[in-house]
């Protein structure tokens, strides 16, 4: 969709633990190699938290990471968003916790779940509330403690997840040049068990049994997300740009979801885009 919503991005910020799991630290859990690992997915390493490190700990140090580089204070925040699959509790939301530990005012802070996709939807929302006037200075978070749903016992998937936190801080812009000129989410439910989590929900509610049949961690149909992944990231970055009336080659960075380097590459080769 085209649009010319007056945000801008005014600072940025990240924290990964220091922690760092090398592609053969696995051999302690399961049979694999550092040639396997690098091969299917380009990883060479992980940054994994320690005891005492945790979703809220990552979107802490990210947030005041952004709002040090936007030159602001967190008094001036008025709304939070949160992007997390791994809340640090279920209730309340990570983004209420986030909005004590930072010293920020009793302003609207909530958390969306999309996943992968979590950064960008998160980013559209508080833009988009920029936009309509409810909000001036937007702090939007995507985190995740993925370790905390890794399964260990299951080679394909667990080689895949890490943990940390990026953040933004989006304003009003006060510049013609400086806006949102398109943006677009997506979501294909009918294949949302190709990468789920089957119990701690409503569905099926922590018990001896789940956790005894290790229900509570990541099961992921490898296969499926890798081609849907390949047949759609190129698609998006390509319908967006063309409803920015921007072309590919004009664009100075696409920052893609990273958890494949093949899958980047595959997109990269369709939309002839430099890989670095
Ligand atoms: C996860 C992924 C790398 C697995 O690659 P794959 O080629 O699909 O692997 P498969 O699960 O089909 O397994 C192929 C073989 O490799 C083996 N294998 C799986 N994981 C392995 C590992 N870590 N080390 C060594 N061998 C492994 C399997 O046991 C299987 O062996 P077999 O043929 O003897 O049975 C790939 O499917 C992928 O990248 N998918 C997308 C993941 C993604 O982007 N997810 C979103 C993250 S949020």
């Known amino acids: 969709m085209k649009l010319s919503w007056a945000v801008e991005c005014a600072g940025t910020g990240m924290s990964v633990p220091d922690r760092i799991i090398r592609n053969d630290d696995f051999l302690q859990w399961f049979d694999t190699s550092d040639e396997w ?6 990883i060479r390493e992980r940054r994994w938290t320690r005891d005492g490190e945790s979703t809220l700990s990552l979107a802490t140090a990210a947030g005041r990471d952004a709002i040090a580089d936007a030159g ?10 949160v992007a997390t699959i791994t809340p ?3 209730l309340p939301s990570t983004a209420c916790e ?16 999309a996943a992968c996709s979590g950064f960008v939807y998160a980013m559209t929302n508080a833009a988009q509330s920029i936009e309509l006037g409810m909000a001036r200075t937007a702090l939007v978070v995507g985190v995740d403690c993925m370790t905390r749903m890794n399964n260990l016992e299951d080679r394909a998937s667990a080689i895949l ?10 304003r009003r812009s006060e510049s013609s040049d400086r806006r949102v000129l398109a943006a677009r989410l997506g979501a294909d439910g009918g294949r949302a ?26 099961r992921m149909q490898g ?21 920015a009336g921007v072309a590919i080659d004009d664009i100075k960075l696409i920052i893609p ?20």
């Not at 986030?98 to 779940?113: E, M, N, T």
């Not at 068990?193 to 018990?207: H, K, Q, R």
């Open 37 to 42: 690992i690098v091969q299917r997915t380009g």
């Open 72 to 81: 602001i204070s967190p008094d001036d925040i008025d709304l939070i968003v």
């Open 88 to 90: 640090e509790h279920t």
């Open 98 to 113: 986030l909005q004590a530990a930072l010293g920020c005012r009793w302003v609207p802070s909530y958390d969306l779940s």
């Open 161 to 170: 997840f890490g943990d940390g936190a990026a953040a933004a801080v989006l």
């Open 193 to 218: 068990l190709t990468i789920y989590v089957p119990a701690g929900g409503a569905a099926l509610p922590a018990s001896q049994k789940t956790i005894d049949e290790r229900l509570h961690f990541v």
């Open 223 to 243: 296969r499926e997300v890798y081609k849907f992944a390949v047949t759609q990231m190129h698609e998006i970055v390509r319908d967006t740009a063309a409803d």
């Open 257 to 276: 979801h990273q958890s494949n380097l093949r899958i980047i590459e595959s997109a990269v080769k369709r939309l002839n885009y430099p890989l670095e």
